[in-house]
């Protein structure tokens, strides 16, 4: 999450102080603004980059299994035809 989208948190979260307490809501939005970071820096997310990125790993080696699969069994048909034969 980047900064952008934490600062519009803390607004959301802001906007929810009764008007009245305008000083309360300021401090409030640093204090929001610091726990969030704090608690998102914690979390070991990765960027979308990085999330499509291994995306795309996944998909090659998936492809890569379904075709080592595929070859798999031809091999094994292959034995089992040469096998049922000679008996």
Request: negative net charge; without cysteine.
């Amino acid at each position: 999450m980047d900064r952008q989208n934490i600062d519009q948190l803390v607004q959301r979260l802001a906007g929810l102080v009764p008007t009245g307490l305008a000083d309360v809501q300021k401090d409030l939005k640093e204090n929001f603004h610091d726990v969030l970071a704090q608690g998102l820096r914690r979390l070991d997310l990765v960027t979308r980059d990085e999330f499509e990125v291994q995306q795309q790993v996944l998909a090659r080696t998936r492809s890569k299994l379904d075709a080592l699969e595929k070859q798999l069994a031809e091999l094994e048909a292959g034995l089992s035809a040469r096998g049922g034969s000679e008996a």
